[in-house]
């Protein structure tokens, strides 16, 4: 029979599938063979021993292929058919699953995304809610996206904010309780940056140095460990060790086939040149420092044509380095605003991206245009320090004094002891209410001592304001007092310096000292420049300098001149400088050209 069996399965087309088959199909096809060949039970008796023995074992390999047959038969129609489909389905979750996550970390390391991640591991969480490597995972990006958040604030931190970094030292105690030592790197690395949160640099380095240990030692992931180590050489920025943050990231730059990092390491390369160029003494190095940083920002955005914080550098070199060429600042100012722009293209509604649009085009004194960025800034985030500080600049600047308080005094609810104190102190300067000015500028000095804010700059810049105050009430003892603190207050000897020291000169009535303030001013100025060398035209035509004070007109209205109204300034100046030398001509076409901005003008 079992051979009669193996003939008919071998001689015969089976129409239907073995893995469809039922018990009723097998038994159909064994009554189909007794009938054809005639099946009794003698005809398989043999007299031969061995014949018995061959058909023995022919019988036992055909039992097998009927077992196979009834798996097959019991996997189609069965329980093992529901066990195969869980089986294949659960691979195919499993796969999605590993692929969402890969596709989060992506997004989260190189693609600067962390939202577009976290979203993408809702995805693989919906597939699979038990996932260890996905809880995992999901945990470390909210714990680092919570942290990098209270990094970027531009005021203090509040209690929620404090409770998200304790939340995030608990989130990467987990983790390394968890005993999954593959995401030890990355716990260690939610402490650093929480520790560097809080500004609390050391501890971070610490954490980020067992970080690094943890994949150096396992050899998990070479590009986990650049990414650490490139958040090692932030830590060291921020701790103004510029020299180790640049011998480390250029090592980086040399590590083979790392093209997910390269603009990471660019990107950071250009930050720490440009504090280097914050903090250069001289404009040769500042000069120098500038240059270098436009060069990472760009290699940066070559290799990531959408990186939206290489833009961001890059656009704030344009807009506010000092690079000691005057002859290109509407250039620089273009292309600042032609980087901010492509940020917005790709990220719409970026608070820090319109704030920065304010400040490009307060810049040049169109602070029509400067409020409407810092208000749409303060769409997206009412409490944006720096946007309602800036935007009570621009109304000071336009004399709306009451505006300008009213948003300096949120700046400093934000955050007390901050230069709001100085800006508020400017406005009542400006309207003369000298003591209350006073009071304010003190304020920022002992800002110094009861805040951790580095108000360096501003106290620096309170000595030049009490300097310039004590010139108008004639009290020169005390002006020269206040220059000399500035001098000594190690901050770098900008324009303002100068430009003060010009008017103490000017109102004790040295010319040759004056004009030397002047002109080292107009030297180590960047955006002023412009508005200094007319600052200085004027100053030579008050001295009788009328041809030498032509010459200065001249420089200025061969630049590219951007400030708004500084032009007609010019203009109107011209006038009274060629009436002065008896030149009707050239008076009267400068009055047609100044009609153009003043039809009024006589």
């Not at 390391?109 to 995972?137: G, M, R, W």
């Not at 070199?317 to 790709?346: M, W």
Request: hydrophobic residues 35%; negative net charge.
């Amino acid at each position: 029979m079992w051979n009669a069996i193996k003939n008919f399965w071998n001689n015969h087309e089976l129409y239907t599938p073995v893995t469809e088959m039922t018990k009723a199909d097998i038994e159909n096809i064994i009554n189909r063979i007794k009938e054809k060949d005639g099946y009794s039970q003698e005809s398989l008796t043999c007299d031969n021993h061995s014949l018995e023995l061959k058909k023995y074992f022919k019988a036992i390999k055909l039992f097998l292929y009927l077992v196979l047959a009834i798996c097959s038969i019991l996997g189609a129609i069965g329980p093992g058919k529901d066990f195969i489909v869980d089986y294949l389905k659960n691979k195919k979750v499993k796969e999605a699953v590993i692929n969402l996550n890969k596709v989060a970390e992506n997004m989260y390391f190189y693609e600067n995304a962390p939202i577009v991640a976290l979203n993408t591991i809702e995805k693989s969480l919906y597939l699979d809610n038990e996932n260890i490597d996905t809880i995992y995972l999901k945990t470390f990006i909210e714990s680092m996206l919570s942290v990098e958040q209270i990094k970027n604030l531009d005021r203090p931190y509040n209690e929620k904010e404090l409770i998200d970094a304790q939340t995030a030292f608990s989130n990467a105690d987990f983790i390394l309780k968890s005993k999954e030592d593959e995401y030890f790197g990355k716990a260690y690395l939610i402490k650093a940056q929480t520790y560097f949160a809080l500004n609390e640099n050391n501890k971070a380095l610490e954490e980020i140095e067992k970080a690094i240990k943890i994949e150096e030692e396992n050899n998990f992931s070479k590009e986990d460990e650049i990414f650490y180590k490139i958040r090692k050489a932030t830590i060291l920025i921020e701790s103004e060790k510029y020299d180790d943050a640049e011998e480390l990231l250029n090592q980086l730059e040399k590590t083979p086939n790392d093209n997910k990092n390269i603009k990471n390491i660019y990107l950071w390369l250009g930050i720490n040149s440009n504090e280097k160029a914050l903090r250069a003494k001289n404009i040769e190095d500042k000069i120098k420092f500038n240059q270098e940083a436009k060069n990472y920002f760009e290699k940066s955005i070559q290799n990531d044509e959408k990186f939206h914080i290489a833009m961001m550098n890059l656009g704030n070199i344009y807009a506010y380095s000092n690079d000691g060429d005057n002859s290109n600042n509407v250039d620089d100012f273009k292309k600042a605003e032609e980087q901010y722009k492509k940020i917005l293209s790709i990220r719409p509604n970026q608070k820090e991206t319109y704030y920065y649009l304010g400040k490009l085009y307060g810049s040049i004194d169109n602070y029509e245009k400067a409020e409407l960025y810092f208000k749409k800034a303060l769409e997206q985030d009412e409490n944006y320090f720096s946007a309602n500080l800036w935007l009570g600049k621009a109304y000071f600047e336009m004399e709306n004094y009451q505006e300008a308080l009213n948003y300096l005094n949120k700046a400093l609810a934000l955050k007390p002891n901050s230069e709001a104190y100085f800006m508020i102190g400017e406005i009542h300067q400006k309207s003369k209410n000298y003591q209350e000015a006073i009071k304010n500028y003190l304020e920022v000095e002992v800002s110094l001592i009861s805040s951790e804010t580095d108000n360096s700059y501003y106290k620096f810049r309170s000595f030049l304001n009490r300097a310039d105050i004590s010139i108008e009430l004639k009290d020169f003892e005390n002006a020269k007092s206040f220059l000399e603190d500035a001098y000594n207050s190690n901050e770098s000897l900008d324009s303002n310096y100068y430009k003060i020291y010009f008017k103490y000169y000017k109102a004790t009535n040295n010319y040759n000292m004056a004009l030397d303030s002047i002109n080292k001013a107009v030297l180590v100025a960047n955006k002023q420049k412009d508005s200094l060398i007319l600052d200085k035209a004027m100053y030579l035509f008050e001295n009788n300098k009328n041809n030498e004070a032509l010459e200065e007109i001249k420089i200025l209205k061969n630049s590219k001149i951007e400030k708004k109204g500084l032009f007609e300034k010019i203009l109107k100046f011209e006038y009274k400088l060629y009436r002065n030398l008896n030149n009707g001509e050239m008076q009267n076409k400068i009055l047609q050209e100044i009609k153009k901005y003043d039809p009024n003008f006589i």
